[in-house]
């Protein structure tokens, strides 16, 4: 069964470094997600990104963070400068672009652990 | 704004012992609502999912049906198994937007 694949399953960076997570999406999926849970806290929305741009995003997807396809089959979220309260388990998602029973089904990958040290 | 509220965890059951797993919202007009599952180093999966009031989706033994009257979309069992052991959450998403909004997720452990 297709899956979304994500890379690596654990981060461990530095405060103020570049981070860039990396998401391999189902292959004719067309609309990305990436969400993420703080420990402890609720799964959270960051942004969905359709036709090479960002569709709606989350008042915490701000200047530090951005999304790309660079190159039609990885989908990677990158954070310019970390900070401690970024550590959280960020997830990955897609779906197709049908409507009907497919409509709104979006399909997760198993997560990467971000550690801010 | 949208939210969901989950029954807070963790449960922990024996086998074959009756699952019920709370779950409210609050939204404006009429979401979509699921129920995902996360099984130890997985990622979250559909379990199954509502569009409508009195819609009753239901997938491996499991049901929840969506009450307007109640805002609420509870997730049930008849008989639980060790393999069901997880972390189930409910979430929603409004017509018009690409968001899933999660409850905070409720962790089941099944003892045999």
């Known amino acids: 069964e297709p899956e979304v694949t994500q890379t690596p399953s654990h981060q461990v960076t530095q405060m103020g470094q570049e981070v860039i997570l990396r998401c391999v999406p189902i292959?004719?999926?067309?609309?990305f997600y990436w969400y993420r849970q703080i420990l402890g806290q609720k799964v959270e929305f960051l942004v969905s990104?359709?036709?090479?741009?960002?569709?709606?995003k989350s008042e915490i997807f701000d200047d530090q963070f951005s999304v790309e396809r660079p190159d039609g089959s990885n989908f990677t979220l990158k954070i310019r400068s970390t900070k401690l309260e970024d550590s959280a388990m960020y997830f990955c998602a897609s779906r197709t672009l049908g409507g009907g029973l497919a409509k709104n089904i979006q399909y997760f990958g198993a997560g990467t652990r971000l550690s801010v040290l | 704004g949208n939210s969901v509220t989950q029954m807070e965890g963790p449960v922990t059951l024996s086998e074959e012992a009756f699952l019920t797993i709370n779950c409210t919202y609050t939204?404006?007009?009429?979401?979509?609502l699921f129920w995902y599952v996360q099984y130890p180093g997985e990622g979250l999966q559909l379990l199954l999912k509502?569009?409508?009031?009195?819609d009753k989706g239901s997938n491996k033994g499991f049901e929840a049906t969506y009450r307007k009257e109640t805002t609420s979309f509870h997730l049930e069992k008849g008989s639980v198994q060790v393999s069901d052991s997880a972390v189930y959450f409910c979430?929603?998403?409004?017509?018009?937007?690409?968001?899933?909004?999660f409850g905070k997720g409720t962790k089941l452990t099944v003892n045999p």
């Open positions: 990104f359709y036709n090479n741009e960002i569709s709606e």
């Open positions: 939204a404006t007009g009429y979401p979509s």
């Open positions: 509502a569009t409508k009031a009195d």
């Open positions: 979430a929603l998403i409004q017509g018009g937007s690409e968001k899933l909004v």
């Open positions: 292959s004719n999926h067309l609309y």
